[in-house]
């Protein structure tokens, strides 16, 4: 693997639970970086702006730092991670009180220069 042809962008506090998050990134992996931003313009998912904005942040990576041709990019990988979780809590019934978990992820995605389009194995 050659470290010049790849480019890389990261957002670290996606407030969106990670298999939720998952779902929509693998849906990218291995696309042309046009078909995937269109993929991602209209996709009726809310977070589907926040992977947007990093595959552009990754495209803009490879351009302006490693000077890659942007007609030549894929989706080589796309990952999600958990971060942190916010934690508050709602009254119930008796004096009691339950909680309540809001999961945050990190997404991380890489862009990869390539000449022809690899075969996949079926």
């Given at each position: 693997m050659n470290?010049?042809l790849?480019?890389i962008a990261?957002?670290n506090?996606?407030r969106?639970s990670?298999?939720?998050l998952?779902i929509?990134?693998?849906?990218?992996?291995n696309?042309k970086?046009?078909?995937?931003?269109n993929?991602?313009?209209f996709s009726?998912k809310?977070v589907?702006?926040?992977i947007?904005?990093?595959?552009?942040?990754?495209?803009a990576n490879a351009e302006?730092n490693?000077q890659?041709?942007?007609?030549?990019l894929?989706?080589?990988?796309?990952?999600?991670?958990?971060?942190?979780r916010?934690k508050r809590w709602?009254p119930?019934?008796?004096g009691?009180?339950?909680?309540?978990?809001?999961?945050?992820?990190?997404?991380t995605i890489?862009v990869?220069?390539?000449?022809?389009?690899?075969?996949?194995?079926k």
């Amino acid at each position: 693997m050659n470290e010049n042809l790849i480019a890389i962008a990261k957002d670290n506090m996606i407030r969106i639970s990670p298999s939720k998050l998952s779902i929509l990134v693998n849906s990218i992996v291995n696309m042309k970086v046009s078909s995937a931003i269109n993929q991602l313009k209209f996709s009726s998912k809310r977070v589907s702006r926040n992977i947007l904005k990093v595959l552009n942040a990754a495209v803009a990576n490879a351009e302006n730092n490693k000077q890659l041709d942007i007609d030549k990019l894929f989706v080589k990988e796309a990952f999600v991670g958990k971060s942190l979780r916010m934690k508050r809590w709602r009254p119930r019934a008796k004096g009691r009180a339950a909680s309540i978990i809001k999961p945050f992820s990190k997404v991380t995605i890489i862009v990869e220069e390539r000449t022809e389009l690899k075969k996949e194995n079926k």
